[in-house]
């Protein structure tokens, strides 16, 4: 018998998980609809503990942040939409697989603000650029970057990309690379 194959007696089972398996919490999570907002506490506490609500789009299932800047809707204009999720069902993601805020709405935020919550191992810049974001190093478009854990890519925007051929085959060598396609 290998350590792979070991039967445990119910009781032990049991004990082992007397309380639930599944959070509720987690289990309501993924019943809601994708786009929801998020509370965290804040780095900085206040004497009524302040809570940042994070506005994002997505459920984060695969890790995957995408910050972009957008005045025109609260995450993203629907023909950005539609062409973002072509880039993603092109690279075998879906909106379930990301999660994607708008710098509008926090327009104070960092990357190691949003990389800790979203725990997220790809980031994904849209007209952000590194220094703005808060990183510590600067790179040109279609550079994977790794650092702190992360690799960040930076490209312009969305709708910059959707009209010009070029950027978008410069774009898509870099996601193929990313997530290994």
Known sequence: ??????????I??????????IDNEVAAEKANPIS????????????ND???EWKSLGNNNKKILIVLKSEDAVHLPDNQLTFLTGILSACN????????????NHPEVSYKELTTYFASKVVLLFD???ATFGLPINFPFYQIQVFAGNSFLYSPSLNNLENDKIEKSKLWVCLKRLFNL
């Open 1 to 10: 018998m290998g350590i792979n194959n070991i039967d445990l007696p119910a």
């Open 12 to 21: 032990v089972v049991e004990q082992l998980f007397n309380s639930s398996l």
């Open 36 to 47: 929801t907002p998020i509370k965290t506490e804040t780095a900085s506490k206040s004497d």
């Open 50 to 52: 302040a809570v940042q």
């Open 93 to 104: 993601l879906s909106l379930a697989d990301v999660a994607i805020v708008n710098t509008i």
């Open 128 to 130: 952000i650029e590194p």
